[in-house]
Structure formats: C-alpha cells, structure tokens
C-alpha cells in the first residue's frame, strides 16, 4: 500500500541553528499532511499542517514547505532550542485515516 | 476538559491473559482511532471508528477487537495477549482532513 517516509531518522543540531526534518510521501491523491511532535513518554501533539493547494504555511517557529510535483515534505524550525529535542513524525490524511512515516529523532545540544 | 483520556497508563499480562484498554475523548468527534508503536517504528493503525456505530480494521489488526460504545468510549480488547503485542498503545480522536488528537498512551508488557 501506499505510506509516508522520512528520510533522515535522526538529526542533531546545536541550539540556535535552523533544523529541516523531511518527509516523503507517495499517494498523490493526498490532500492534507500534518506535522506532530512527540516528547518521550507522551502522546504526538500536533506542531502544524498544510492542505495540498497550499506550498507553505508559517507557524510560531515553524514553517512546513509542500512540493507536489516530487511528493515531498519538509518541517523547518527557526533557532532551535533544546526543548525541540523530540521525534517528529509527518502524517498523511487518506480521507478516513491518518498514515504516519517512522519519525525523526532531532537532538538539540546546548 | 481532558481531551483524549486513555486507562491504564501501564499494564504487565501474561501470555494468553486478556484485557481491555479503554480510551474516552470529550471533543465530540466522530472519528476515533486505536495505534500502536513499537521501538523506532512510527504509530501503526490497528482499527479506527469513523462514527458511532461503526468499525473498521487499519493496518495490523490481527490479535485485537475494538467496541466503540457511543460517541465519547471506543475501546480495544485483546483476548489472548502475546508477547509480539509489547506495545505502546495510542488512542486519537479527529482527524479526517483536521488535525488527531491523541492520549498519553498505554503501555503494554506481555510477558
């Protein structure tokens, strides 16, 4: 069947740097993606989302860029900080369900 | 307002023993979901509920069933656990072109 992908399963950054977590996705007929955050030991929380007539979309810290014509997404964070360090999983909305990718670890060092 | 409330949060059973984890949204969405996630793997669809009344298998659902008791409780059972369903269990309310929102998890050691 068709599923979401990361490409990157950890990254590590140094605090302040910007940090691109990417994502690719292969159901062309996808129209809504989102972006979630999950800290251990706790449930995903949403960070942000974008539907597909959209290329961008802007966030506290966060931007989320969409490129139909490759089916690939991306997650920006502007100066990262240590309290971002956390999985980051994209998902995509097939109409009934949500199908994540396996997530990226991103390490924030002080 | 608790949002998506999951019990137990831990739960230890013995090869074969069965039980049922219990999930309660009060956001008052139709649809509602039942994930597990496994060590470096992303959450897995086990079955998802689109409304009241109605269920439908995901991805791995081998091994489990689901009530969805009226709009609020959609709960999973799993009548003769083994140890391959050591898990993390999510439940999640939403979704369907909005955003899902998930519980705290369960954490599940079949021994």
């Known amino acids: 069947g068709e599923n979401v992908g990361l490409h990157l399963p950890t990254l590590s950054v140094q605090e302040g740097d910007n940090s691109i977590i990417n994502c690719a996705y292969s159901?062309?007929?996808?129209?809504?993606f989102i972006w979630y955050k999950q800290e251990s030991g706790k449930g995903p929380q949403f960070i942000i989302d974008?539907?597909?007539?959209?290329d961008k979309r802007q966030g506290q810290r966060v931007t989320v860029l969409l490129n139909k014509t490759v089916k690939h997404l991306s997650l920006q964070i502007a100066a990262t900080q240590p309290g971002d360090s956390a999985v980051y999983f994209c998902?995509?909305?097939?109409?009934?369900?949500?199908?994540f990718g396996k997530g990226t670890m991103l390490l924030v060092s002080p | 307002n608790a949002g998506v409330t999951q019990t137990p949060k831990f739960q230890v059973l013995k090869t074969g023993q069965s039980m049922t984890l219990q999930c309660a949204q009060d956001?008052?969405?139709?649809?509602m979901y039942w994930y597990r996630q496994d060590p470096g793997m992303g959450l897995r669809l086990i079955y998802y509920?689109?409304?009241?009344?109605?269920?439908d298998k995901g991805e791995v659902p081998n091994g489990y069933n689901v009530s969805r008791l009226n709009k609020r409780e959609f709960s999973l059972r799993l009548e003769s656990a083994a140890p391959s369903q050591t898990s993390v269990y999510f439940c999640?309310?939403?979704?369907?072109?909005?955003?899902?929102?998930f519980g705290q998890g369960t954490r599940l050691t079949v021994v």
């Open positions: 998902a995509e909305d097939g109409y009934s369900t949500l199908t």
């Open positions: 159901n062309s007929a996808s129209d809504y």
């Open positions: 974008i539907r597909s007539n959209m």
């Open positions: 956001m008052n969405h139709n649809s």
């Open positions: 509920s689109a409304s009241e009344g109605t269920t």
């Open positions: 999640a309310c939403g979704g369907v072109n909005t955003e899902a929102f």
